[in-house]
Structures are given as C-alpha cells and as structure tokens.
C-alpha cells in the first residue's frame, strides 16, 4: 500500500525550530518528487516546499525562503522539512504529498495525514 | 505568481441535485490544472488532473473541464459524501505552484 506518513509536530515557541519527517512506503520513493503543503486552522491549502526526486533541486514559497528547508533521504525513504524562525503565521497541518514526477512540480496524487505544527508561547 | 480563484465560496445544493464549481487562473495555466476533496479532519484527495481525467476511484459523477484561464468541476448528481471542501490547483506555472481559496458544497 502507497502511504505517507509525517511526524514531528508540536508546540514550539515564536523564534524556535522544528523538523519535521515523512515516512513513505509502498513506492519508489527517489521516483518521485515530494511537498510539502500546509493548512491553517480555519484556511486553505498553501504549497510550502517542492523537492526533485534525487534531491537536486528544491523550491519554497516565498514565505518561507530562508527559514524552511526542504530534504530527502532516498536510502531512508524519507522526506524532512527543518523550520526555523517560526512564527504564528506557521501554525498549521503539514502534509507530505507525492508528486507524479521525477523533477516536476506537478498534481499531487498522494497524501499523508498531516502533522500539527503550533507556533505559541 | 498565477492567482487562482476560485467560485462561489460556498455552494449549498440538495442532494441528488447537480453542482458546478468554477476556478479561475489569472494567467494561462493550459490544461495543468487539478481539483481536490478535502473532508474536516482529513487529508485532501485527488479528484481530476489535466483538468479533466479523473483519479483512480474517483466516480464518474465527477466530471471536470476547462483549459486556458477558467476551469470547472461538475458534480453530476450529488452524493450525501460529496458535501466537502474543493480545492484546485494549477502546476504549470511554478515552482510556485498555489491552490485556489476553496469551494465549500454543503447541504441545502
């Protein structure tokens, strides 16, 4: 079976860092590009981070340039999003989502259940 | 950026009935368009990619069309599962690659 699974939320404080996992199993994960898409509390879906299967190539919204970055360990079949300088803008549900291919940011056709991230004192 | 819209923001349709959602690109994203399912507390599901092929599972009551700048997704005869939170999103244009604001379906 095709899974995602993220891990790694919590509560941090304004100013602090987190790391954030994905666990993917059912494919060949360094086929595949990965996300990562986040949904505040109440609001939409926002792309975060796009990563190219071998890990060359990686993009962030504009929003978190600098402060988020976005990895892969293909021998461990997992996806990693380091966050640093958090602020309550960050508070959300993260959710890992394949993409279809290999380099290109595309739809995403699988999801994990997301971890919550809140960003408080 | 390519801002997507999406429209009404709130749906209310009877069961049974038909819905159609309509999203809006504000530059050409071709046919690199996709609609999501989102359910509270879960995660989205893919419904549609290239604006009209439907995921794999997805029932043929959901139909999606479009290309350019206006796209849409039509729920032929809705289902009591169905009433949720949609979502598109275009891929053309990225590696910012955004989400519309969302259409909510709920019951009338």
């Known amino acids: 079976e095709v899974q995602l699974v993220e891990s790694g939320g919590g509560l941090v404080q304004p100013g602090g860092s987190l790391r954030l996992s994905c666990a993917a199993s059912?494919?060949?994960?360094?086929?595949?590009?990965m996300n990562w898409v986040r949904q505040a509390p109440g609001k939409g879906l926002e792309w975060v981070s796009h990563?190219?299967?071998?890990?060359?190539?990686?993009y962030n919204t504009d929003s978190v340039k600098g402060r988020f970055t976005v990895s892969r360990d293909n021998a461990k079949n997992s996806l990693y999003l380091q966050m640093n300088s958090l602020g309550a803008e960050d508070t959300a549900v993260y959710y890992c989502?394949?993409?279809?291919?290999?380099?290109?940011?595309?739809?995403?056709?699988?999801w994990g259940k997301g971890t919550t991230v809140t960003v408080s004192s | 950026e390519t801002v997507m819209t999406q429209s009404p923001g709130t749906l209310s349709v009877s069961p049974g009935e038909r819905a159609t959602l309509s999203c809006r690109a504000s530059?050409?994203?071709?046919?690199?368009l996709a609609w999501y399912q989102q359910k509270p507390g879960q995660a989205p599901r893919l419904l549609m990619y290239?604006?009209?092929t439907r995921a794999t599972g997805i029932p043929a009551r959901f139909s999606g069309s479009g290309s350019g700048t206006e796209f849409t997704l039509t729920i032929s005869s809705l289902q009591p599962e169905d009433f949720a939170l949609y979502y598109c999103?275009?891929?053309?244009?990225?590696?910012?690659?955004?989400f519309g604001g969302g259409t909510k379906v709920e019951i009338k």
């Open positions: 989502a394949r993409s279809t291919s290999p380099l290109y940011y595309t739809y995403m056709d699988v």
């Open positions: 059912g494919f060949t994960f360094s086929s595949y590009s």
């Open positions: 990563i190219g299967g071998s890990g060359g190539t990686r």
């Open positions: 530059q050409s994203v071709g046919t690199s």
């Open positions: 290239d604006a009209s």
């Open positions: 999103q275009q891929y053309y244009n990225w590696p910012s690659g955004p």
